[in-house]
């Protein structure tokens, strides 16, 4: 597949950036039930006994708060309580991986929090328990997040000899003003001698995340942080919206309003960064997300590969995904499935019931087809007509009359374009890819006219 710029039409952004889903998954998590349990959890896994197997463990914890933050975090200076949940963690995996035992692993990610929060040593051991308890390829991805600010450059070394090939660093942004509003200050040739380190040790895949709409940016001073980052080059960049909910995040209060760049500015900031972005040789993945020409990503989607979970976007098709630790998410089969998000309540259920698994969702034929659809949306910006009337016996047209109603004004001005055979989106549609989704989407369209998703940009 030929793979396009994004074109900014600045009257199409505004007119369509209103709330949708960000679609890590379809259903959203917003559809999850505690009338799933862990029988259906058990019976999804043996559903599809040999699928690949991707592992994701949750390390909540952090040394300092950054305000900015709306992950599941707990911010502490006690190594003890890391150790602690390591051996909880440890339960688990031990209690989970007899329901995979004729699965290969092909993904391990370590997510949070801060993971590098835990010691080389403790990393080695949770590293050791799973070569252990499940089957994991040689050529598996093994990825994980650090915080540059807590992170000695000799670590790298160590983080390679565990096994770990693939490295994500939160910068957010080189401004010293915006760091400390945020209360996020770090030394920016701490991260140039991460990044080059990493390049020396042979990681596989480096990320850089970085965060636009924080309190003081301006386009000028978001666009040296790009001129920086690109000097650095990265294989892959992840530039996310900020989202100001301090109802639902208590660190985000600590933020000014008033200091945060407005929606105009925004927008602007957005604009100047993938310009800059596309110039620097970097390829639009979607959504927020970037990578080199010759990086895995790009490779996938110009394959027509590439495939979209919980964790992002992701190069390997057809495998599960299996989440352990407070508040991690399961993709198992047609069904997904959440634990405990108060890590004292986690903790007590894998000690009383050896899972914590609290809700969920079996999805329907007509969840997986909408799913499919989607997901090629979001991940390829194409999908073909006649791949999904095999699956629905029927005129895509009669099928989907509606969805086509509420796209007739998007194809109208230009976000993509419907024929016969497939529905393509252009170049000024892929920024508001999600918008396009939303048509498909039978649950989410009540929520998002109530504002229950983040704006689109």
């Known amino acids: 597949m030929l793979l396009q710029d994004v074109e900014w039409d600045q009257a199409l952004i505004e007119k369509y950036n209103t709330s949708s889903p960000r679609y890590t998954s379809y259903p959203t998590a917003l559809e999850f039930t505690p009338h799933f349990s862990e029988e259906d959890f058990r019976a999804a896994a043996q559903r ?6 991707s592992l994701y463990l949750h390390i ?6 950054c305000y900015f933050c709306g992950c599941n975090k707990v911010v502490t ?5 890391a150790e602690r949940y390591l051996q909880q963690l440890i339960v688990e995996l031990r209690q989970r991986a ?11 990610h370590f997510g949070g929090g801060t993971p590098t929060f835990l010691s080389d040593t403790q990393l080695a051991e949770i590293m050791s328990v799973i070569a252990e308890v499940f089957n994991v390829e040689g050529s598996a991805e093994i990825s994980l997040e650090l915080d540059p600010r807590q992170f000695p450059t000799e670590r790298l070394a160590a983080l390679r000899r565990i096994g770990f090939n693939r490295l994500s660093m939160g910068v957010q942004d080189f401004n010293p003003v915006v760091q400390q509003r945020v ?5 920016a040739a701490q991260i140039v001698e991460l990044l080059s380190t990493m390049k020396a040790l042979d990681f596989t895949s480096t990320n850089i995340d970085l965060i636009y709409g924080l309190p003081q940016q301006t386009v000028e001073s978001f666009a040296q942080t790009i001129d920086r980052v690109l000097a650095l080059r990265p294989d892959r960049m992840s530039v996310f919206n900020y989202a100001h909910m301090p ?3 208590a660190a985000q209060r600590k933020i000014k309003s008033n200091e945060l760049p407005s929606a105009a500015q925004k927008l602007k900031i957005l604009q100047q960064t993938i310009a800059q ?3 620097g040789g970097y390829q639009f993945i979607g959504m927020d997300h970037f990578a080199l020409p010759e990086d895995e990503l790009v490779i996938a989607q110009r394959a027509g590969s590439l495939q979209r979970n919980f964790q992002g976007y992701t190069t390997q098709r057809q495998t599960d995904l299996l989440g352990v630790g407070v508040s991690a998410i399961s993709m198992i089969g047609d069904t997904y499935s959440q634990n405990e998000k108060k890590i004292t309540d986690w903790a007590s259920r894998i000690a009383e019931k050896g899972s914590a698994l609290v ?3 079996s999805l329907s034929a007509e969840d997986c087809l909408r799913r499919d659809i989607i997901t090629t949306l979001m991940c390829q910006f194409t999908l073909e007509v006649c791949e999904v009337e095999a699956s629905i016996s029927q005129p895509f047209t009669d099928y989907f009359a509606e969805e086509l109603r509420l796209l007739a004004p998007m194809q109208d001005d230009g976000l993509l374009i419907i024929t016969p055979e497939r529905l393509q989106v252009t170049a000024k549609g892929r920024l508001l890819v999600r918008h396009i989704c939303l048509c498909f989407d039978q649950y989410s369209r009540a929520r998002a006219s109530q504002q229950a998703f983040s704006r689109v940009i």
């Open 48 to 53: 599809y006994p040999r699928r690949p197997l």
């Open 60 to 65: 909540p914890f952090c040394h300092q708060l």
């Open 77 to 81: 200076r006690h190594p003890e309580k």
């Open 98 to 108: 007899p329901l995979f035992s004729q699965r290969s692993v092909t993904q391990i």
């Open 183 to 187: 209360n996020r200050e770090q030394d």
């Open 247 to 249: 109802e639902l995040f």
């Open 277 to 279: 972005l596309q110039a």
């Open 359 to 361: 809700r969920g969702l």
